[in-house]
């Protein structure tokens, strides 16, 4: 079975600032997505970024890039230009490729931005 | 808004009793996804439709059942409920169901099993 586990359960940031957060995965798939999604205090989660196995380039939305370490399993979030309201929880998600498989969430990181 | 619509918002019910959670998807989109956030086990994914169909399931329970009807919204039936079972549901929608397609994520329902 697919894990994924983030290492930091608290980060913080100063306002402007860059932060990464960490996600590690365990597979033994060569098919398969990952994600960074964000849960703001209204819980509502948003996703903020989604990257192809397949695809060497990482992935870049805006304020937010992705390394994705393949070999390494290793799938890091980095936000830069921090602002208050990136401050939430983010989960870091694996999901296969295959039809009928399964959504694994990582436990969270929770990210302060201070101002 | 992500245009999903859960109802109820909060539910207070008591241990063996059954509920019925309500999800509406996006307009447009074919595939319903639900979820339990909980303290204790984090956000777990419990099952995936599309147009009618199971399509993935995850670590659901077997007191636990969900449907997607012609219409397309779906509800998720919780049987037997033990004080566990109290958490945040999370329903979301997707276009097609595809891995990559983007989940858009209802506000959840609050359950809480006293």
């Known amino acids: 079975a697919q894990t994924v586990t983030q290492s930091q359960p608290e980060m913080s940031v100063q306002e402007a600032e860059t932060v990464t957060l960490s996600c590690t995965y365990d597979?033994?798939?060569?098919?398969?997505?990952l994600f960074w999604y964000k849960q703001p205090p209204s819980r509502q989660m948003i996703l903020v970024i989604r990257?192809?196995?397949?695809?060497?380039q990482n992935a870049t939305e805006n304020r937010f890039s992705v390394n994705f370490q393949k070999a390494a399993k290793s799938f890091s979030l980095k936000i830069s230009d921090s602002q208050l309201g990136d401050a939430a929880m983010y989960f870091c998600?694996?999901?296969?490729?295959?039809?009928?498989?399964?959504?694994?969430f990582g436990p969270g990181t929770r990210l302060s931005v201070l101002p | 808004d992500s245009g999903v619509t859960q109802t109820p918002k909060h539910l207070i019910t008591a241990t063996g009793q059954r509920v019925t959670l309500r999800c509406s998807p996006r307009?447009?989109?074919?595939?319903v996804y639900w979820y339990q956030q909980s303290l204790d086990q984090g956000l777990q994914f419990l099952i995936q439709?599309?147009?009618?169909?199971?399509?993935a399931k995850g670590n659901i329970l077997e007191r636990f059942s969900a449907q997607q009807f012609p219409d397309l919204h779906s509800e998720l039936n919780l049987s037997s409920l033990e004080l566990g079972d109290s958490a945040l549901y999370f329903c979301?929608?997707?276009?097609?169901?595809?891995?990559?397609?983007?989940?858009?994520f209802g506000p959840g329902t609050r359950l809480t099993v006293t």
């Open positions: 307009s447009g989109d074919l595939s």
């Open positions: 990257q192809e196995a397949y695809k060497q």
């Open positions: 439709y599309y147009n009618g169909e199971e399509r």
């Open positions: 998600a694996y999901r296969s490729g295959n039809y009928g498989q399964n959504f694994v």
């Open positions: 597979t033994s798939e060569s098919d398969y997505y």
């Open positions: 979301a929608s997707s276009v097609a169901g595809l891995p990559l397609d983007e989940q858009y």
